[in-house]
């Protein structure tokens, strides 16, 4: 499935799928790196991350949904595909209204990886044979405004974009 969020397109299937996931990786060409995990809501964040103090808590919720990566810790519930050696998850919950009609439609839980800079005409050319499944949007997509925070971490930390002003120490 390709898939999109207000960043960039994802490249994905269900999380729970072992096939799916494989042929993911595969698409990607690099079977070692983790996979990133997509939900839609705050119940399903709080299923499969560890619960954080609740000043990073708040933090969190503010970020999710929106156009921002989280890494915390990950419960028994997490795709192990997601989990890595040292137990954490990278989790994202995109906000756009393209991205939650489709999750409302799949119902499950996604692993994937960001497509940054691929314009709607490549997708189609890029994924017409690989993909089941491509969702395309007319909505704008901003990569600029994308950042990864560590919050397994506290303060939390930007390892990609930027930390947001109001999470900053």
Request: charged fraction near 20%; charge should be negative.
């Amino acid at each position: 499935v390709v898939f999109p969020t207000e960043t960039s397109y994802v490249a994905g299937g269900d999380a729970f799928n072992q096939r799916l996931v494989q042929q993911v990786r595969e698409l990607r060409q690099d079977t070692e790196n983790l996979l990133a995990f997509y939900i839609s809501s705050i119940t399903e964040f709080r299923l499969y991350s560890v619960p954080v103090v609740p000043r990073l808590r708040r933090a969190l919720e503010r970020c999710l949904p929106g156009t921002y990566g989280v890494i915390v810790r990950a419960t028994q519930a997490a795709p192990r595909v997601c989990v890595s050696q040292a137990g954490t998850i990278e989790i994202h919950m995109p906000a756009s209204q393209s991205y939650q009609m489709f999750y409302e439609a799949s119902g499950r839980p996604l692993v994937g990886f960001s497509l940054p800079r691929l314009r709607r005409e490549d997708v189609l050319e890029r994924f017409a044979e690989h993909a089941d499944l491509i969702v395309l949007t007319d909505e704008p997509m901003n990569s600029e405004s994308y950042a990864l925070l560590d919050f397994t971490q506290d303060p939390p930390v930007a390892l990609q974009g930027e930390l947001p002003k109001w999470l900053s120490p």
